[in-house]
C-alpha cells in the first residue's frame, strides 16, 4: 500500500502547486536554519579522540597557599607539581604541555623570520594524542631528558616555509636557537584544540578560542623552556612572580599534565597517586588544601569547561525554535489541505478504506512534503555553513556538512514533517463519511 | 442478507434530540431488489448510511450477511464494506484527479488484491458498462450518464453481495436514467442484494419491494391508508 499512498501522494502535491510550494518552503527554512547551526553544535561539541578519549586524563591539584581555598582545584599546574607527577611515570604514558609564542625562520630559506606559536611537551604526547606524521617522527624520551634541539613542524609550516617537501633533517631557528626537524604532521586540527582547554569557567561562554589551530613548531618540553625562556604567560599566580616570563620557580599554575590510564583499576590507582602526592606536598609545607584535587576524563574536562560557545547554543535553540514555527505553518496548510479533500475522504472510507489507511495516506503525503523539504533544507544548511565559514571565529574552517549530518538533515525533516502531519492527518481520518457523502 | 431490528438513530443537541429512525425494522432477503422510498427528511438517506456501515446507529440491532455490526471496530466495519458492499450515488461520487481506471481500482486497492487481478477485474468491469474505451479519461471529460456508468462499475469490480443505491439516477435525463436502470437490473439478476433509495415511483415499480418510510420508520402503505396521498404527492413533486 505505500507505493499506492505515494503515488496519490504525488498526484496530491502536483494538484496545488502553490501549496505544496509554501509547505516545503517552510519546512526547507527551519531546516536550514535548525541544520546550520546544529552542524556547528555537532562539530564544536564532538569527541575530539574517538576510541581514544576515554583512556585520556587530566589531573588537577590545588598549590595555591592562599585563602580564600576554592571548590575546584587550579585550571593547570603550577611547575614542579606537573613536573613531579610526570616524572614519576605512574600512568601508561604521560605529558607535560605549555605554548608560548616566539620568532622563527628556516636559515636555508629566503623567507622573512614569522611569528609562530611553539608548543613544549614531551615524547608521549604523540602518541597519546594518536598524533599524524607526513614524514618522520616525534622524538624519544632521551630527547625529553637530553633537552635534543629537535623540533616537529606542522603541514601548515611545512607548506609555508620548504614548499611540502620532506623538510625531516632541515634546520629550523626558534629565536636564537636552531633546531633539527625531526617530524612534519599531516593536517591536524582537532575539534576542540582538547589538550589546551583549560579556563572555561571563568570564560563566561566565550570559548570560540578552544577551537584555534595547533601550534606550528613542537619542540621537547624543556627544549622550549630553555629557547624561548622569559616568554611564557602564567595562567594564574598566587604571588607575583619575582621575574614575569620565568615561571619554574614561580608561585603561578601554568603547565598542563595529561596522563593514558588503560583501565578502571589504573584510573583508581592514578586518582590515590595524586591524592597521596597532594597529602605529601601538604607535609611539606607546600600545599595547603590536598584535598582538593581531580582526575577527569577528556570528555568530562571538556564539559567542565563549557566548551562549545554560548553564543552557538543560543543560535541553536534559536533556530530550532524556528522550526517549531516552520512547523506549525505546515500544520496549518496541512490541515487546510486534508481537510479540503474531506469528499474525497468520505468516497474512500465508502469504498473499504479503513481511519488507519486514511491516516497512513496523510502521513505518507506529509513524509514526502518533508522530503521535498529535506532536499531544500541541505541546500539552504550548505549556504547557511558557507556563510559560516566566512565568519571570523576561530572555528570558521572546520565548519562543513558530514555525511552524519547530511543524513540527519533528511531524517529531521521528514521527522519534523510527520510530526506536523499527525493532527491533520488524525483529523482527515476522523472525517465522517456518511456526512461527507450526502454533502456532496 | 440485511436485517434491521427496531434500530433508532438519534442525533443529539445540548437542547434537542432529533430521531431520524425510531423503532426500525426491515429485513431484506438475498438476492432481493428493494426500492425505498419517502419524502425528503424522512430518513431514507441515513437507513441507506446506516446499512452501509458509514454511520452508527443509537439502538437496535443490525444483522449484515448474518453477522452483528454494532459492535465491530472501524477495521472490521471497513473490510465488510470493502469487501460485502458496493455504493451508487446519486453524485457519482468520483474522485476527479483520477482516471476511470484509477477510480475503480479505489476498493480493489483497499483489498489488497494483486496488479493482474485488480486489471482483469476493472476491465470486466467496464466493458459491463460500455467504456472499456473510456479508462483513460477523467471524470470531467465524460458525462453524467458515464459517470454514473463508471461508479457502477467501481462498484461491480468489487462483486458485492449487497449493492446499495441513493438516487442512482436523479441527477440524469431520462435516456441516461433508463440506461443506469437496466445496468441496476442486469446486477441484480446477476444474484446481487439491491437496496435502492429514490424519489422516482417508475423506478421504485421495477423493485421487487418496495419500503416506505416516514418520519423515520418503515410504513405498510396498504395498512396506513393515510400515506398513500402523502407518496402519491412525492412522486409527483419528484417526477
Not at chain 1, 172 to 181: C, E, N, Q
Not at chain 1, 276 to 304: C, E, H, I, P
Not at chain 1, 374 to 393: A, M
Amino acid at each position: 500500500m505505500f507505493a499506492y499512498y505515494l503515488d496519490l501522494a504525488l498526484r496530491s502535491l502536483k494538484r496545488n502547486k502553490a501549496l505544496t510550494a509554501l509547505m516545503v518552503l517552510a519546512i526547507a527554512l527551519g531546516i536550514g536554519a535548525s541544520m546550520t547551526t546544529l552542524t556547528v553544535m555537532h562539530l564544536l561539541s564532538g569527541d575530539p579522540l574517538p576510541g581514544r578519549s576515554a583512556h585520556l586524563f587530566y589531573p588537577q591539584v590545588d598549590p595555591d597557599t592562599t585563602p580564600p581555598h576554592a571548590k575546584e582545584p587550579a585550571d593547570v599546574m603550577d611547575y614542579h607539581s606537573a613536573v613531579d607527577l610526570w616524572s614519576a611515570r605512574r600512568a601508561d604514558a604521560q605529558t607535560l604541555i605549555v605554548d608560548s609564542q616566539l620568532k622563527l625562520r628556516a636559515p636555508t630559506v629566503n623567507l622573512p623570520p614569522l611569528m609562530a606559536m611553539m608548543l613544549s611537551t614531551t615524547a608521549d604526547f604523540f602518541p597519546m594524542f594518536d598524533v599524524p606524521f607526513r614524514y618522520g617522527s616525534g622524538w624519544s624520551a632521551d630527547d625529553d631528558a637530553k633537552r635534543a634541539r629537535v623540533a616537529v613542524i606542522s603541514a601548515d609550516l611545512n607548506d609555508k616555509l620548504f614548499g611540502g617537501a620532506d623538510s625531516v633533517g632541515r634546520t629550523l631557528r626558534l629565536r636564537d636557537s636552531d633546531v633539527r626537524i625531526v617530524g612534519v604532521l599531516k593536517p591536524w586540527r582537532p575539534s576542540p584544540l582538547f589538550y589546551e582547554v583549560a579556563g572555561g569557567r571563568y570564560a563566561h561562554g566565550d570559548t570560540a578560542g578552544f577551537y584555534g589551530k595547533p601550534e606550528d613548531v613542537i619542540t621537547p618540553f624543556f627544549t622550549g623552556l630553555e629557547i624561548n625562556d622569559g616568554s611564557f604567560q602564567q595562567f594564574n599566580c598566587w604571588h607575583v612572580p619575582d621575574t614575569p616570563g620565568h615561571l619554574e620557580d614561580a608561585p603561578c599554575e601554568w603547565v598542563t599534565l595529561w596522563v593514558q590510564l588503560g583501565d578502571a583499576s589504573k584510573v583508581a590507582a592514578y586518582r590515590r597517586f595524586v591524592a597521596d602526592y597532594a597529602a605529601r606536598q601538604k607535609s611539606l609545607g607546600r600545599f595547603v588544601n590536598a584535598d582538593n584535587t581531580r582526575l577527569r576524563s577528556l570528555m568530562q574536562w571538556l564539559d567542565y569547561n563549557g566548551v562549545v560557545p554560548s553564543d552557538v547554543r543560543l543560535q541553536t535553540w534559536l533556530a530550532f525554535a524556528f522550526l517549531v514555527i516552520c512547523l506549525f505553518n505546515t500544520v496549518g496548510l496541512l490541515l487546510a489541505k486534508f481537510l479540503r479533500r474531506g469528499g474525497e475522504i468520505g468516497v474512500r472510507r465508502a469504498l473499504g478504506a479503513s481511519r488507519a489507511a486514511v491516516f497512513a495516506q496523510c502521513l505518507v503525503e506529509a513524509g514526502l512534503i518533508g522530503l521535498l523539504g529535506g532536499i531544500g533544507g541541505w541546500l539552504l544548511t550548505l549556504g547557511g555553513l558557507w556563510l559560516v565559514r566566512r565568519q571570523p571565529t576561530p572555528y570558521a574552517d572546520l565548519v562543513h556538512l558530514d555525511t552524519s549530518m547530511f543524513l540527519v538533515t533528511f531524517a529531521l525533516a521528514i521527522a519534523a514533517s510527520l510530526l506536523a502531519g499527525l493532527l491533520p492527518a488524525l483529523r482527515a481520518s476522523r472525517i465522517a463519511p456518511a456526512l461527507q457523502l450526502k454533502t456532496l | 442478507m440485511l436485517k434491521m431490528n427496531h434500530l433508532s438513530k438519534v442525533y443529539r443537541t445540548e437542547v434537542v434530540e432529533t430521531y431520524a429512525l425510531r423503532d426500525f425494522n426491515i429485513d431484506v432477503k438475498e438476492g432481493e431488489f428493494v426500492a425505498v422510498t419517502g419524502p425528503s427528511g424522512s430518513g431514507k438517506t441515513t437507513f441507506l448510511t446506516i446499512a452501509g456501515l458509514l454511520e452508527t446507529f443509537s439502538g437496535g440491532e443490525y444483522y449484515l450477511d448474518g453477522i452483528e455490526v454494532s459492535n465491530l471496530n472501524d477495521n472490521a466495519r471497513s473490510k465488510i464494506r470493502n469487501e460485502k458492499i458496493g455504493f451508487i450515488f446519486q453524485a457519482f461520487n468520483l474522485i476527479p484527479d483520477l482516471n476511470v481506471y484509477d477510480n475503480i481500482e479505489v476498493p480493489l486497492r483497499y483489498r489488497g488484491m494483486k496488479t493482474a487481478e485488480r486489471k482483469q477485474r476493472i476491465m470486466d468491469a467496464l466493458e459491463r458498462v460500455g467504456l472499456s474505451s473510456r479508462a483513460r479519461h477523467y471524470p470531467a471529460e465524460l458525462s453524467g450518464g458515464q459517470q454514473q456508468r463508471v461508479a457502477i462499475a467501481r462498484a461491480l469490480a468489487g462483486s458485492p453481495r449487497l449493492l446499495l443505491a441513493d438516487e442512482p439516477t436523479g441527477n440524469l435525463d431520462t435516456q441516461m436514467a433508463r440506461g443506469v436502470l437496466e445496468l441496476i437490473e442486469d446486477i441484480h439478476r446477476g444474484g446481487a442484494t439491491i437496496v435502492m433509495v429514490t424519489h422516482d415511483p417508475e423506478l421504485a415499480a421495477r423493485a421487487q419491494r418496495n419500503v416506505h418510510i416516514i418520519d423515520g420508520q418503515v410504513v405498510d402503505l396498504a395498512e396506513e391508508p393515510r400515506f398513500h396521498a402523502h407518496a402519491a404527492e412525492a412522486a409527483h413533486e419528484y417526477r
